[in-house]
């Protein structure tokens, strides 16, 4: 039976440059969060840091099985910290998960969820919100044996029906389950149904829409000497494999013991290498390669590589893609407590010189720690602030972190006692290092120890404001304002920028010369940003002109972003040289400048991704032939593709679908497969917090590409909004 004392420790990898979201502060930033119960039996909490000097806004939208949501806001102080009872906020009895918006870039997310799970397993586990909604999700443990329940908790954010695959990796081959999420709503699959009983695994997730996927664990462990080592784990997922992973935390000291799963998602085996660092004094690092076959998953029993009585921090690295969790389980006293239970984590995939994690308790029945690993040849010099919520900022202090080492933490001491608190870790010199955070709960410490249900929350108003919805605002729209004549005037622009204002927080230009260069003033007077651009192709004497009457807008103070031409490499009509150079002009006059390629070219051309501030691709499924039910999972594969090259800059999506015109393989022109893919885009572009500028505004009658060149526009040339788009942009 499981002892009076079970707990479960929470342990989780954070890193601002490595997790966070996408740097710009114009920019809504989101996080989810796919699991959360409340109850009995069960308390929930998000945790909310701010590392910023000035107070953040957070708007939390609860989201229920079922395509129900709820909203709350909530303030985090100045370098603080703020907790969301997640019980008391929504009632009993829901399975809830979460999604958080800010404006603010500067801020953590984490969830603990306490249990006594089944009245059986008492503990807790910790995760970090995820930054964006992925169609893929790797999980590279999981276990269906004797007495251990495995779930699969799965968040649609979007406004359709995700459809899912899930790729088990398990010792009999890959398995294939299938299952279904409603738009807006989260389901729980329970993978023991799924598999049966006994099954070693691991999991690739795929889906159609933008999904969120966390896998909670509860346990009761037998391990190597038949223990009964009760608790339970979680972790969201990964979006993506990778090459080489770290974890800081690990030992196999007595009452500890340590694993670490391997999956290999390819059709061809791989090797792994795994380096153990060890504390001071015990030892100089040691070396392993490890065979991991096709489909399948390796586990490692880390005390047998290592021996016992060892605190170990883990490099892993291979040529090929490849995903580690490290699952720890324990039953240890220390200080007073009884600590039972284990954690699991997924590796950082590389090492950061800045930590930020929200979550952190130094009260009674809790123990806190910080495990800093250092695989350099050099010491690291870091320093640590704890931003409490009783009083703010602590004063920073430093730890030097030995090459090929790690150091130890215990927060109790280092911050204080009955703290709520979250942390920063920064490198003040040396090379960067990896940081996990274990927090050990007695299950006297436990709130579902003696759960008290909270009072459920009052009826909705029965008369709620019959005020419609306004405008759906997007992103961002092309705009061009030929709709059957290429004579326009300056008030007829102006004109179609009313039209469009409510509509869009941008615009796309692409000429710059007569009636073009009016409208970053006309633009900027109803409130519309403006990326301006240059129409450069074959003919070098219009280049210039275009080029020169760019710069002359640029130094107005009128344009917010600049791009030099549209796919001319592609099409031959210049050099990349020749791009560059005009590049260079617009960009010396003071611009944010870019070009705008297709996914391929980006590809193709590195010295053009060197010479722009950001990255504009064009992604249109409609030209890959694909049809309307894999659209957004090619433009999301397109999307990935131009970020693993773009080195870290923004990349800015443009994309469309038209209302008539020829099929196109499998693409089929028509009012509402574009209407369906203007919706699906922008439930990806916000789950994903991407960019974009959608083609285009308005029809033009006088373009023929496919058959479908004039009917790619928003409003019909006569500047009315088509009805299907209504349905869309005016809920």
Known sequence: ?????????????????????????????????????????????????????????????????GSTSQQMECTIPAQSRCTVDVNTAVGQDREVSAKISSTRSDIAIERSQ?????????????????????????????????GFDEYVCVLNPGGYSASLNFRFQTPAGELVRSGTVAAGSRSTFKVNDM????????????????????RPIYFDYLGTGSYHWAGGHCVMGATAPGKSYYFAEGTTRTGFEEWITLQNANGSPISVTATYQFAPG?????????????????????????????????????????????????????????????????????????????????????????????????????????????????????????????????????????????????VTSGPSVVVERPIYVDARGNPCHCYVPPEPPPDPDPDPDPTPNGPVAMHGMCFSPYLTSWSVTVEQVAALMDKIAPYTEWIRGFCSEDEWDAMPELAHARGIKIAAGADIWSDL????????????????????????GD?????????????????????????????????????????VIAACDFITANIYPYWEQVS?????????????????????????????WPTAGQVNGAAAPGEANAARYLSEFMDWAEANNVEYFYFEAFDESWKDEGGCGPHWGLWDTNAVLKPAYSAVLNP
């Not at 039953?331 to 997924?346: A, L, R, S, V």
């Not at 592609?570 to 870019?594: D, F, T």
Request: proline content about 4%; charged content about 15%; overall charge negative.
């Open 1 to 65: 039976m499981p002892s009076a004392f079970a707990v479960l420790a929470l342990v989780v990898l954070l890193a601002s440059g490595l997790v966070g979201p996408r740097a710009d502060a114009a920019a809504t930033y989101n996080w989810y969060l796919a699991e959360g119960y409340t109850a009995p039996g069960y308390h929930e909490y998000i945790c909310l840091g701010n590392s910023g000097t000035s107070p953040a806004t957070a708007t939390l939208t609860f989201l229920f099985n």
């Open 114 to 146: 306490y249990f006594d799970y089944q009245g059986t397993y008492m503990g807790n586990h910790v995760v970090g919100a995820a930054p964006a909604a992925s169609s893929a999700w790797y999980f590279a443990e999981g276990y269906t044996g004797r």
């Open 195 to 214: 598999l049966g009983a006994d099954v070693e695994s691991s999991l690739k997730l795929e889906s159609n829409r933008p999904i969120v996927a966390e």
């Open 282 to 426: 015990q030892g100089d690092p040691l070396t392993r390669t490890y065979p991991v076959g096709p489909r399948s998953r390796y586990t490692i029993e880390v005390g047998r590589e290592v021996g016992g009585g060892r605190d170990v921090s883990v490099r892993l690295s291979s040529g090929s893609n490849f995903l580690a969790e490290r699952p720890l389980y324990y039953c240890f006293g220390h200080g007073g407590c009884d600590f039972e239970g284990g954690n699991c984590t997924i590796g950082a995939p590389s090492a950061s010189g800045r930590w930020f994690l929200a979550e952190g308790y130094t009260g009674q029945y809790f123990e806190e720690w910080l495990c800093v690993q250092n695989t350099s040849s050099q010491a690291s010099s870091v320093t640590v602030q704890y931003f409490t919520q009783e009083s703010g900022a602590l004063a920073s202090k430093s730890v030097t972190v030995g090459a090929n080492s790690r150091a130890t933490i215990l927060v109790n001491e280092h911050a204080g006692p009955n703290l709520s608190l979250a942390s920063l870790i920064l």
């Open 541 to 564: 004497e219009r280049n210039q002109r275009e080029v020169d009457q760019l710069v002359a807008q640029v130094r107005r103070g009128v344009v917010d972003l600049a791009l030099v």
């Open 567 to 607: 796919e001319m490499l592609e099409n031959h009509a210049l050099s990349e040289a020749q791009l560059i150079s005009y590049m260079n002009q617009v960009k010396a006059a003071g611009a944010q400048v870019s070009t705008s390629q297709t996914a391929y070219y980006w590809r193709e051309t590195p010295n």
């Open 628 to 656: 309307i039910d894999e659209a957004i999972a090619c433009l999301d594969a397109g999307y990935r593709e131009v970020v693993s090259v773009a080195g870290g800059k923004k990349v800015i999506v443009e994309t469309g």
